[in-house]
């Protein structure tokens, strides 16, 4: 058995939609997050039927898993894993000053509902993007990714 481990090996994250409303959106993050380092990706109470456009095929590099409801979703987070919450409420922390957990997962709100109280009030932590109004989800979270990898590469 292996005794020591290189740090990155401590890190990972996931990034997902609560609720999405359109299958598009799901297919770009999807990419966004394979590019980007991601090692999975999720729905909570959605569907997706995979996009012919998906020249990548994404869905062959990185698990893509749906979640019946939010208790489902937290039920399964991976050990030692937080759960991070994007949305746009008093108490989020903004983007620019927020520090990445080694071990997390992004769950993004459907750009016309968000996060209802219920899932806001079990995250570890919120963070809010610039902006007065919401954004395209897919952009949400590629902002989201981009953000983490400038902040947590190991040197």
Not at 4 to 12: A, H, L
Not at 16 to 30: C, S
Not at 62 to 79: G, N
Request: hydrophobic share 35%.
């Amino acid at each position: 058995m292996r005794q020591t481990w290189e740090r990155k090996e401590e890190r990972f994250f996931g990034i997902g939609v609560y609720q999405p409303t359109t299958e598009h959106n799901i297919g770009t993050l999807w990419r966004t997050a394979f590019i980007l380092g991601a090692k999975f990706i999720f729905i909570v109470d959605g569907k997706y039927s995979g996009q012919s456009s998906d020249t990548l095929k994404t869905w062959s590099k990185i698990p893509f898993y749906r979640y019946d409801d939010f208790d489902h979703l937290y039920k399964s987070l991976p050990y030692s894993t937080q759960l991070v919450g994007v949305e746009m409420c008093d108490n989020s922390i903004p983007i620019s000053n927020f520090v990445h957990p080694h071990r997390a997962v992004y769950l993004l709100g459907a750009e016309n509902n968000g996060l209802p109280e219920k899932v806001i009030s079990r995250c570890h932590h919120l963070v809010k993007l610039p902006g007065e109004t919401s954004m395209n989800v897919a952009v949400c979270g590629g902002i989201v990714i981009y953000d983490r990898l400038s902040k947590t590469e190991l040197k």
